[in-house]
């Protein structure tokens, strides 16, 4: 059952990203809007898209409270996904093993800045205006996901040796079932089926934003339009 | 409230330019065509109605949300408008849950909204800096007009004046011997002020550079000023230039409404004249969007300007073209000319956020203020959160600039005022210098409405044109 849940989860996500990606590269962008100042190389336009993925630097300027939170929540987020290598990856990659600790201190900040996020939006009246119910379901699916995963390290302890030497089959095998002898047993579950829902709904939802910022014209795009020609295909056409 | 929404389009403005004369009878099924067609070709629309995440950053960013206080005048939620649409028809969540995540039909109450909204944008783009993601609500606000035109839905002032270019030459419909007196008459002007035969020539074959200004240079106050400025420069330097009563016109209100192929029609004009009067380079007036428009899509649009002398950039703003001359030695400037003036100066949207001047990224900023530095003795920048990339709109952009919006540009004027204000309290600020036609005309007349007197407003080339020393040096070319 779960073997089948995680293939259907992961073809979900897999294609569903894809094909979104697939649409937005496909369709064309046929006037050069960069937002100025812009680079005016290619170089330039890398080094601009790496400093709004790692740093946030358009939300640094316009939000500071939205920085703090989004970067905190995103960054602790890496942290916590590469720790995760040592439940899926066998032998354990080395530089896995030394993250234990700061894997889990990041688990703590990425509740925290969940909350915070969440707070805000409640509190500040133009945010709350501008939320809708699928804004605050992600934060809450976010939110399950993380306390979830935190009351495994502090609380409810799962047998984790035996769920690993189960995942590492389920791949090849359906029989394949995570034990449920404990209520840590049933927390990793949990855990498991809202990050297969989050999964899920990512190709549909804003969570797409994941890779769409690499194709805004606004951030992608060269400030060269006087010395090079940009012409889309369909725009060719009215020559 | 009134004058807030802008007038429809008549039959007699909408069909000429190929779009219904009133709205057609299956309009929500066409307008959802349309914005389906326009997601296929603008992958801007279709990757900025996917990810925006809310996080609010926008929020308190636009001249008309600070001005109105109206919550659809937030950036992500005039986005909004479209996005719910956008959501009902091509979405598996918005057809499945419309109501879990807030997708709408495309009705007469969405069309209304989308109407008035969609009309209180001026595309200024200051969104869009502050974005994470760098969505642009212009390029939404658009898509939106342009599938409104698409159902005979349409805003009277934008498509009457590019009625009038295509038909003309110029958004004002200033036909040709009206442009030749006006041009005549300037020459006089400058001769009894200066005693220097400064000409304005008219349709001139063979000249060196072929000058596209805004066509309220010909005919608005202070526009004109900055127009004989420009004279008095190419005059200095030794440059022959004319003027075009086929493409008198910079401005492009084909970007306006989102319409490529009328932006492309428009712009055809100036790049056939360039041919036709076999000129060496292309120089564009002060006017924020014709720069754009100029700037950033000409090339793409009627390009290559390959038949252009490429030792210069083409086309070639104004102040570049005035920097550079500065630059090289070829013109004298008293400062002491403006020493009535203590000067600030409003980066215009258009050339902030969408153009480049000079070779530099931001060199748009610098090179007007250069040349105002060395035109006058006093100038101070603005607030720092309101100049440059973060500059706020004048409020008339975007085709607003009609007198049936007057409340909401009085509104949406609101921020630079205030940032006007405190320099001119704390530093004796008497003269605001702009770069743009519609600034111009925005300003002069919205401001008495702040107190502030119409001649605080004037164009940097006006600067210019009172310090340049005629005859004082023989010029390069």
């Known amino acids: 059952m779960l073997t089948f849940l995680a293939y259907f989860v992961a073809t979900i996500f897999l294609i569903g990203f894809l094909s979104r990606i697939f649409v937005y590269a496909r369709s064309p962008a046929p006037l050069k809007i960069p937002t100025t100042p812009a680079p005016t190389t290619r170089l330039g336009v890398i080094w601009r898209l790496v400093t709004e993925v790692v740093f946030f630097n358009s939300l640094f300027k316009s939000d500071k409270l939205a920085w703090a939170g989004g970067l905190a929540f995103h960054a602790t987020l890496a942290v916590v996904l590469i720790r995760h290598a040592r439940y899926f990856v066998d032998p354990m990659p080395a530089f896995v093993g030394p993250l234990q600790i700061i894997g889990i201190v990041a688990g703590v900040v990425m509740a925290a800045a969940l909350a915070f996020l969440l707070l805000r939006r409640l509190v500040f009246e133009r945010v709350r205006y501008i939320s809708s119910r699928a804004d605050y379901g992600i934060l809450f699916l976010l939110l399950g996901i993380a306390f979830s995963g935190l009351l495994m390290d502090f609380v409810l302890r799962p047998n984790i040796v035996a769920i690993k030497t189960q995942l590492m089959t389920m791949w090849s095998s359906v029989t394949g079932l995570p034990p449920v002898n404990s209520a840590g047993d049933v927390m990793f579950l949990l855990h498991l089926l809202l990050v297969g829902a989050l999964l899920v709904i990512f190709p549909f939802s804003k969570l797409m934003h994941a890779g769409g910022l690499f194709f805004s014209p606004t951030r992608n795009q060269v400030d060269n339009p006087r010395e090079k020609r940009h012409v889309a295909p369909w725009a060719k056409a009215l020559d | 409230m009134a004058h807030l929404a802008p007038y429809p389009g008549m039959p007699k403005h909408m069909e000429p330019m190929g779009f219904p004369g009133?709205?057609?009878?299956?309009?929500?099924?066409?307008?959802?065509?349309?914005?389906?067609?326009?997601?296929?070709?603008?992958?801007?629309?279709?990757?900025?109605?996917?990810?925006?995440?809310?996080?609010?950053?926008?929020?308190?960013?636009?001249?008309?949300?600070?001005?109105?206080?109206?919550?659809?005048?937030?950036?992500?939620?005039?986005?909004?408008?479209?996005?719910?649409?956008?959501?009902?028809?091509?979405?598996?969540?918005?057809?499945?849950?419309?109501?879990?995540v807030n997708a709408v039909d495309f009705d007469e109450e969405t069309l209304q909204k989308w109407f008035t909204y969609f009309h209180q944008c001026s595309q200024c783009r200051r969104c869009s800096v502050f974005c994470p993601f760098g969505i642009d609500t212009a390029e939404i606000t658009m898509a939106a007009r342009e599938i409104m035109n698409a159902i005979g839905v349409g805003h009277k002032y934008s498509v009457e004046i590019i009625g009038k270019v295509h038909q003309i030459g110029n958004n004002l419909g200033i036909p040709k011997p009206a442009l030749k007196g006006t041009l005549e008459f300037l020459e006089e002007e400058i001769l009894d002020s200066t005693g220097h035969d400064v000409r304005l020539p008219l349709d001139q074959p063979g000249a060196d550079v072929l000058l596209v200004a805004p066509s309220a240079d010909f005919f608005s106050e202070p526009h004109i000023q900055s127009l004989m400025g420009y004279a008095k420069v190419f005059h200095q330097a030794g440059i022959s230039?004319?003027?075009?009563?086929?493409?008198?016109?910079?401005?492009?209100?084909?970007?306006?409404?989102?319409?490529?192929?009328?932006?492309?029609?428009?712009?055809?004009?100036?790049?056939?004249?360039?041919?036709?009067?076999?000129?060496?380079?292309?120089?564009?007036?002060?006017?924020?969007?014709?720069?754009?428009?100029?700037y950033s899509f000409w090339n793409t649009l009627n390009g290559p300007l390959d038949f252009l002398d490429p030792r210069y950039p083409a086309p070639q703003h104004i102040c570049e073209f005035t920097h550079d001359l500065l630059q090289r030695g070829a013109l004298s400037l008293d400062k002491e000319a403006n020493d009535n003036y203590r000067v600030t100066f409003h980066d215009s949207c258009n050339v902030a956020r969408a153009t480049r001047m000079g070779p530099k990224a931001g060199g748009q900023f610098e090179i007007p203020r250069d040349l105002i530095r060395a035109s006058c003795n006093h100038f101070v920048d603005m607030d720092e959160d309101t100049i440059h990339e973060k500059t706020f709109c004048c409020g008339g952009g975007g085709g607003l600039l009609t007198d049936e919006l007057m409340d909401l540009r009085i509104r949406g004027a609101l921020p630079r005022v205030t940032a006007l204000k405190r320099v001119m309290e704390s530093d004796k600020v008497n003269f605001m210098a702009l770069i743009c036609a519609i600034c111009k005309a925005q300003f002069s007349k919205v401001l008495p409405m702040y107190g502030i007197s119409m001649d605080v407003v004037g164009g940097v080339h006006q600067l210019v044109s009172n310090a340049i020393q005629l005859g004082a040096k023989k010029g390069v070319v």
């Open chain 2, 241 to 294: 230039f004319t003027i075009s009563s086929y493409a008198s016109e910079a401005a492009n209100f084909g970007m306006f409404i989102g319409s490529y192929e009328h932006q492309k029609k428009i712009a055809k004009r100036v790049v056939e004249q360039a041919r036709d009067l076999k000129v060496k380079r292309l120089v564009v007036g002060e006017c924020g969007h014709a720069w754009r428009v100029a």
């Open chain 2, 22 to 100: 009133e709205r057609v009878e299956n309009w929500q099924q066409k307008g959802v065509e349309k914005l389906g067609e326009l997601l296929k070709k603008y992958r801007s629309l279709q990757v900025y109605l996917d990810i925006c995440v809310k996080c609010g950053a926008c929020t308190d960013k636009c001249h008309y949300y600070l001005g109105t206080q109206d919550a659809n005048n937030m950036p992500v939620q005039r986005a909004e408008l479209m996005r719910s649409v956008y959501r009902r028809y091509f979405t598996p969540a918005g057809k499945m849950f419309p109501g879990l």
